[in-house]
């Protein structure tokens, strides 16, 4: 029997190679689908009844409400609703004249027994009734589950070629997509999004992915996609849908200013229903995203008639809901306002979050709603007794009240002033790494080295330097050119450089993988992102960043500031590539959605805005005001995006020591509103650089904690003296993390002064670990590589150095000592931890002297 059924798909497989492309003309649009049903078991016999071969074609039928189809056998199938579609399987996707699809008929059980209730094959009648179908559709996806198994069947109903597909779907709400065959899958809350391995990226014409389509594990046994689109068309190859009108519309209250308004929830269309727009007689009144609304500015005693529409996630429109006619009221019917609310309280917070409730008030006419004030500003309106308000900033104390409103707009005084300083975004302290882009070269430092020297478990997050700018359009820039010139001092040097192979396209082997597992070359994600996709995986605690801008990459950030189309232009795109993941489409690798969930935030690297920076840098008197513009238009953005996806994005900075910088570029008491975390700069404060343009002619401590009280310079730098700004500033000590240095600064030629070398004279840069670097090595790389040098301890200053002797090299860095000191001083001041610049530098050395003075790492409140 075995033998017999090889032999017959033989046959039909040549037959299928040998049927013409675009044979499945006008004798295909008439297949004839035969229903029969044996007990809870389904079946489709599909005829042929025409004198040319027919390829490619789907069923498209309709169940009974509550009845679900499965275990398909002999094709893929997909249930959206009551709606099941049916893609056969490659060895029979043609059907040749006169032929029917026995004995490998697609069949499939049914939770119970029932007829379909309509039936369509290849868009017209199953029994071939009708006026003539529709042209078949050119590319589906037909989707099939068992148990926890699924898998696509991609179909290329056309006549030429598919070359290159994606499939994006929605999984029910707490479903997960994991382990892909044939391709690789992505999934930022409930959207999925599916790319092909190499070898099934192309279909070709009338034919299917099989035997090679994508599958995938889900977590729920069973469990369907909606909202499904290949290419972004649907999946079953209709057109699209608009969402259904929104339903049963009515005014729950009504003031003389104001009219509520609510609605039952619209049926979705091809896509999801992303919103609601309200309207005022042919005037647009509001967007909304949930089922309600409260339309204001309204004229007493008037009457007023809306409608509503839903919207779907391209923009489409259903039609108007029914109107309704409401009246306000006439405010010379009552003047007595409301009670005042009483007994205000805080419910619960987060790092975002404040909920409050209160005692209900009294009035003669009755209370229409709440307002809701946080720092004398509304923040919500209610129409019950408790509220959440959102977009807070973390470890902020703010002052809420509540005046209640009566249904003739008599506000009540204010309830008593609560205050409520709302959450830490990281409950216990912060530790910051940076990881280089480009350490992956001469460095030989990959994302796997954070995990094998046990950084990665001390660590609370992981920033990726750097993001660039477009100098042309703009827009956050992921970059697949080098730089112009390796010149640190030219000033076009970061025009449109980065790296895209170091970031997505490069194949790591196992032994630099984070699992052990090797990249193939084909994935869509490579690079150090699908390191940091695995490094998250396994240790889930951590939040990835993406960095935009630092020294050489700060060029255009005046320019994407200056005016708001350019801040919301430039913010967009940068959610865009590195938040919803849609990276530009580079050496295979690449498209939409491929990068989605590596990044769980931004970090602003802008050096400096108002100030002089790296060669070339552009600047403007502006830039002070417009770099808090610019946070606030990131944070705004980052929270919208949030409510659609139910995370919320964090929002930090790299910031500068120097309180000329500070003056010059950030008005903290503003940027504090919007911040999560700023990243002060405690290092650089003294170094020769390795061009000799800096300090070459004297040492000095690049990150000592207190004044040096032998510091020669008119100015002293301290990572104290620093802080002391912020906080002065009113930034909360739990969103400041200090700056330490896994690095050394050095000078040679220098003579040892009685101080062994410190703040003496010397001749320039000492050789660096990098030809290109003078001046500065890794810690890892100083300690082994640098003989001879005695290290010193300054217990007044708490800094760092070593010695090679009288005319030797002199270095300045963060050593376990030095860590240990810094940890209990900002505990002692409950700053909220420490960030690191950059990890290459450490063995496992200095994070473990963090990880021992900061205590255990405790879970980020969100």
Excluded at 24 to 50: E, M, Q, Y
Excluded at 250 to 276: E, F, H, M, N, Q
Excluded at 697 to 714: E, F, K, S, V
Aim: with cysteine; aromatic share 8%; charged share 15%.
């Amino acid at each position: 029997m075995r033998r017999s059924v090889s032999i017959l798909l033989a046959l039909l497989l040549a037959a299928a190679a040998l049927a013409a492309p675009g044979t499945a003309a006008r004798a295909a649009d008439r297949l004839i689908a035969t229903f029969s049903l044996s007990g809870t078991t389904g079946k489709f016999v599909v005829k042929n009844p025409g004198t040319a071969a027919a390829t490619g074609w789907s069923i498209a039928f309709e169940l009974p409400s509550g009845v679900t189809a499965s275990n398909p056998q002999n094709a893929a199938l997909s249930q959206n609703g009551t709606r099941v579609t049916l893609t056969p399987a490659h060895y029979i996707n043609t059907i040749q004249a006169g032929r029917d699809t026995e004995p490998y008929s697609p069949t499939f059980a049914l939770s119970s027994a029932a007829q379909p209730t309509t039936c369509l094959v290849n868009g017209a009648n199953c029994d071939g009734t009708g006026d003539p179908p529709a042209p078949s559709a050119g590319v589906t996806a037909g989707y099939s589950v068992s148990g926890t198994r699924a898998k696509f069947v991609v179909a290329n109903n056309t006549a030429t070629a598919l070359n290159g597909w994606t499939i994006v779907f929605d999984l029910p709400a707490g479903v997960t997509a994991s382990a892909a065959d044939n391709g690789s899958l992505s999934q930022n809350g409930r959207t999925v999004t599916l790319t092909p391995a190499h070898y099934n990226s192309t279909v070709r014409a009338n034919s299917t992915t099989e035997p090679y389509s994508p599958t995938f594990s889900v977590s729920t046994s069973g469990a369907e996609p909606v909202n499904c689109r290949i290419n972004d068309v649907n999946c079953d190859g209709t057109a699209d849908r608009p969402p259904g009108a929104p339903g049963n519309l009515r005014s729950p209250v009504k003031t003389t200013k104001t009219a509520s308004l609510a609605w039952d929830a619209a049926a979705p269309g091809s896509l999801p229903i992303t919103g609601y727009e309200i309207y005022n007689g042919s005037a647009h009144a509001a967007s909304v995203t949930g089922t309600s609304a409260v339309v204001t500015g309204l004229t007493p005693d008037t009457e007023y008639t809306f409608t509503v529409k839903a919207k779907d996630r391209k923009g489409a429109l259903s039609a108007a809901s029914a109107p309704l006619k409401v009246r306000t009221n006439n405010p010379a019917d009552d003047s007595t306002p409301p009670s005042v609310p009483g007994d205000l309280r805080s419910t619960a917070k987060t790092s975002s979050t404040v909920t409050l409730a209160w005692n209900a008030s009294t009035d003669n006419k009755g209370v229409a709603n709440y307002d809701v004030l946080a720092d004398g500003a509304v923040a919500t309106t209610v129409t019950g007794t408790t509220a959440t308000v959102t977009g807070l900033s973390p470890s902020t104390a703010y002052t809420f009240t509540v005046r209640a409103r009566d249904l003739y707009d008599n506000v009540s005084a204010a309830s008593t002033a609560l205050k409520v300083t709302t959450g830490d975004i990281e409950a216990g302290h912060a530790r910051v790494g940076y990881f280089v882009q480009w350490g992956i070269y001469g460095r030989q430092y990959f994302v796997r080295n954070l995990d094998t020297t046990g950084n990665a478990a001390k660590l609370t997050h992981i920033n990726y330097a750097f993001g660039n700018i477009d100098p042309v359009n703009l827009t956050c820039l992921q970059g697949v050119t080098k730089g112009t010139t390796p010149n640190p001092q030219d000033p076009n040097q970061g025009d449109g450089a980065g790296d895209a192979e170091a970031d997505y396209g490069r194949p790591f082997s196992a032994a630099q993988s984070v699992d052990g597992v090797a990249d193939t070359g084909w994935e869509k994600l490579r690079g150090n992102f699908n390191q940091l996709k695995k490094l998250k995986a396994k240790h889930p605690h951590l939040k990835v960043l993406i960095s935009l801008g630092g020294w050489t990459y700060s060029k255009y950030f005046s320019d994407v500031a200056a005016t708001d189309a350019a801040r919301k232009k430039f913010v967009s795109s940068c959610l865009d590539i590195y938040i919803k993941g849609n990276l530009p489409v580079y050496n295979g690798a690449g498209g939409p959605g491929t990068g989605a969930g590596i990044f769980d935030g931004i970090d602003l690297d802008w050096e400096w805005p108002g100030a002089e920076g790296h060669a070339g840098n552009h600047v403007s008197p502006n830039d002070k005001a417009n770099n808090t513009l610019l946070v606030a238009e990131f944070r705004r953005q980052l929270d919208e995006l949030g409510a659609q996806t139910g995370k919320r994005y964090q929002l930090t900075a790299f910031t500068p020591a120097d309180p000329a910088k500070i003056e010059a570029g950030w008005d903290l008491p503003q940027i504090n509103k919007h911040m999560d975390i700023f990243n002060v700069q405690g290092y650089d404060f003294h170094g020769a650089g390795s061009d000799n343009s800096w300090e070459p002619n004297r040492t000095g401590h690049q990150g000592n904690l207190h004044t040096d009280t032998d510091d020669p310079y008119p100015f002293h730098f301290s990572v104290e003296n620093a802080v002391d700004v912020y906080l002065k500033a009113g930034v909360s000590p739990r969103k400041i993390t200090i700056g330490l240095a896994y690095y050394g600064r050095g000078w040679q030629g220098v003579t040892d002064g009685g101080k062994r070398g410190e703040w003496q004279a010397a001749k320039g840069a000492a050789p660096g670990q990098f030809q290109e670097e003078a001046g500065t090595r890794g810690y890892s790389n100083l300690i082994s590589s640098v003989p001879n040098c005695t290290i010193s301890h300054d217990e007044q200053a708490i800094a760092t150095s070593c010695f090679t002797g009288d005319g030797g090299q002199w270095w300045t860095f963060d050593d376990a000592w030095s860590i240990g000191k810094k940890t209990a001083w900002l505990k002692s001041k409950n700053l909220l931890g420490a960030m690191i610049w950059e990890m290459s530098g450490d063995p496992g050395v200095l994070t473990r002297a963090l990880h021992d003075g900061l205590g255990t790492r405790v879970t980020a409140t969100r």
